[in-house]
């Protein structure tokens, strides 16, 4: 199975300041038939299921705020908050959807306000 | 708009099965397939697997191997996902989504199973 890992944990972001997100994938997502990485990114809060932001890696969902971007290729990829707001306080998850047996998410990193 | 919306929370004993109900609205159920995902309390998200509404045909995460049946009723664009031999470590927020390419954008609210003596 393709294993996924994030970094950091946890980090915390000064208002309008960058938070950036990394997730690494055990073996390359992206798919050399039609040039797509297979990497999903998702926004969770408390007491609710996790929401689509990003797709093909750097896809954004439509309505997400353009201060999220996804970026990255193969094995390694970036979830970038260009400007935190207090709303975007949050667990990220990175999944790959490249083995079409078996899908896997990352462990997570939570964001807070410093 | 497209809908999921999941049964609601389960107290089940150890070594019982549990069945959550995750029926959806506002698009053609067999066209897409519904995962499960499971998340413990504090946790990160565990996916289960898949079904295809139109075949039937399912796939597993070898953890749920021989404990999980993913199932479907197309009259009620209804799926479903049965978890046997409960322990208390299976306590946790059950959700189904709908895949598009393997990507989630509708989710169910979440299902809550506590396997508890």
């Known amino acids: 199975d393709i294993v996924m890992t994030q970094s950091p944990d946890s980090l915390a972001v000064s208002l309008g300041e960058r938070a950036t997100i990394n997730c690494r994938s055990s073996?390359?997502?992206?798919?050399?038939?039609?040039?797509?990485?297979?990497l999903a990114w998702y926004q969770q809060k408390p007491g609710q299921p996790p929401k689509l932001l990003i797709y093909?890696?750097?896809i954004r969902e439509s309505g997400v705020p353009d201060r999220f971007s996804g970026s990255g290729s193969g094995t390694d990829f970036t979830l970038t908050i260009s400007s935190l707001q207090a709303e975007d306080v949050a667990v990220y998850y990175c999944?790959?959807?490249?083995?079409?047996?078996?899908?896997?998410f990352g462990p997570g990193t939570k964001v807070d306000i410093k | 708009q497209v809908q999921l919306v999941q049964s609601g929370a389960e107290v089940k004993k150890p070594g019982a099965s549990v069945k959550v109900s995750c029926k959806t609205s506002?698009?053609?159920?067999?066209?897409?397939?519904i995962n499960w995902v499971r998340q413990a309390t504090g946790q990160g998200l565990e996916w289960m697997g898949w079904?295809?509404?139109?075949?039937?045909?399912?796939g597993y995460a070898q953890k749920f191997q021989g404990r999980v049946t993913m199932t479907r009723d197309t009259s009620k664009s209804t799926a479903y996902m049965e978890l046997s031999s409960l322990r208390s470590e299976d306590t946790a927020v059950y959700f189904c989504?709908?895949?598009?390419?393997?990507?989630?954008?509708?989710w169910g609210q979440g299902t809550l199973v506590a396997v508890s003596s």
């Open positions: 999944q790959q959807y490249y083995s079409t047996l078996v899908f896997t």
């Open positions: 506002g698009y053609t159920f067999t066209n897409y397939d």
């Open positions: 079904m295809n509404p139109n075949t039937g045909n399912t």
């Open positions: 093909w890696a750097s």
């Open positions: 073996q390359s997502l992206l798919d050399s038939s039609d040039n797509k990485n297979y």
């Open positions: 989504a709908r895949s598009n390419y393997g990507e989630y954008k509708y």
